[in-house]
């Protein structure tokens, strides 16, 4: 009696921890997104801070510090879109019957580079970005 009360147990804290296991989900955040749009819709020179930077692009792959003292950040982010098209036809007589299909599969790299310079208040002072797909 006693195995057979450790063995439901052993299956019900089984069931349960298989239950309880979470699927991790990708995290997304749309303001977090570098784009051209993003870009020229969020950055503006003499009034955009670094704060709001983070916020809107997230923490940079590279900062430095230039000649002058003030502080440099670099954004490179990298995608590929991949997009498959396919169709087909089918014909049935009597007893012949025939099919064709087709499919295509496009891939296209994209890398958008953002350079973001600060003045000594910590506010752009100037940037410069590039898109660009191959």
């Known amino acids: 009696m006693k195995l057979r009360n450790a063995l ?23 303001q977090n997104q570098l784009t051209q749009g993003n870009v020229t819709l969020n950055l503006k020179v003499g009034e955009t801070n670094q704060a709001e930077v983070l916020e809107k692009f997230g923490a940079p792959n590279i ?26 036809n089918y014909w049935t007589i009597l007893l012949a019957g025939g099919s064709q299909s087709a499919s295509s ?5 994209r890398t ?4 973001i310079k600060f003045d000594e208040n910590n506010v752009v002072s100037d940037f410069r970005s590039r898109a660009s797909d191959f």
């Open 8 to 30: 439901a147990g052993a299956s019900m804290l089984a069931a349960v921890s298989a239950c309880a296991s979470s699927v991790p989900q990708p995290v997304t955040n749309s």
């Open 63 to 88: 900062t430095t510090v230039d000649g002058s003292g003030r502080q440099v950040w670099s954004y490179q982010r990298h995608a590929t879109v991949t997009q498959s098209n396919s169709g087909s």
């Open 105 to 109: 599969l496009e891939t296209t790299q």
């Open 112 to 115: 958008m580079t953002l350079i």
